[in-house]
Structures are given as structure tokens and as C-alpha cells.
Nanobody
Framework: QEQLVESGGGLVQPGGSLRLSCAAS????????MSWYRQAPGKEREHVAS????????TYADSVKGRFTISRDNAKNTVYLQMNNLKPEDAAVYYC??????????WGQGTQVTVSS
């Protein structure tokens, strides 16, 4: 059964850091483009960052460029999102998404990130 499980969310003060992880199982992780999305209360889900199957290409939303870094470890079937200099507007539920080269799409259940003093 295909599964994505996010972890690493929590409460952090403004200016702090968190590292999210997303562990994949049940499908060929190394053939997937992986992405992080987020959704704040009352807002639409938005793209945060993506990484190609080999890790050679990354893209970021303008709002997180220079602060967030997406990476992956295909040996561990895991994608990461390192978030630095967090701002209150970064608070949201963060979701992991996998898009297989054949088009299958999988979503995780999300992990909450709260940025507050």
C-alpha cells in the first residue's frame, strides 16, 4: 500500500528552524518528483518546494527562497524540508506529495507547523 508519512512539525519561535521529513513506502520513490505543500487555515493549499527524482533540480515558492531547502535520500525513501528563519506566516499544515513518472500521485496526511512566540 502506497504511503507517505510526514514528521518533524511542531511549535517554534519566529526566527527558529525545523526539519520536516516524509517517509515513503509502497511505491518506487526514486522515480517520483517529490514536493512539499502547505495549507494555512482559511487559505488554499500552496506549493512550497519540489525536487526531481534524482535530486538534481529543485524549485521553491518565492516566499521561502533562501530560507527553506528541500532534499532527498533515495536510499532511505525520504524527502526533507529544512526550514530556517521561520516566520509567523509560515505556520500551516505541511503536506508531502509524490508524483510518479507514470502519473500516479500520492499525498501524506500532513504535519502541523506553528510559528509563535
Amino acid at each position: 500500500q502506497e504511503q507517505l508519512v510526514e514528521s518533524g512539525g511542531g511549535l517554534v519561535q519566529p526566527g527558529g528552524s525545523l526539519r520536516l521529513s516524509c517517509a515513503a513506502s509502497g511505491f518506487t520513490f526514486s522515480r517520483c518528483t517529490m514536493s512539499w505543500y502547505r495549507q494555512a487555515p482559511g487559505k488554499e493549499r500552496e506549493h512550497v518546494a519540489s525536487i526531481s527524482s534524482t535530486g538534481g533540480t529543485t524549485t521553491y515558492a518565492d516566499s521561502v527562497k533562501g530560507r527553506f531547502t528541500i532534499s532527498r535520500d533515495n536510499a532511505k525513501n525520504t524527502v526533507y524540508l529544512q526550514m530556517n528563519n521561520l516566520k509567523p506566516e509560515d505556520a500551516a499544515v505541511y503536506y508531502c506529495r509524490a508524483v510518479h513518472v507514470y502519473g500516479n500521485t500520492y499525498w501524506g496526511q500532513g504535519t502541523q507547523v506553528t510559528v509563535s512566540s
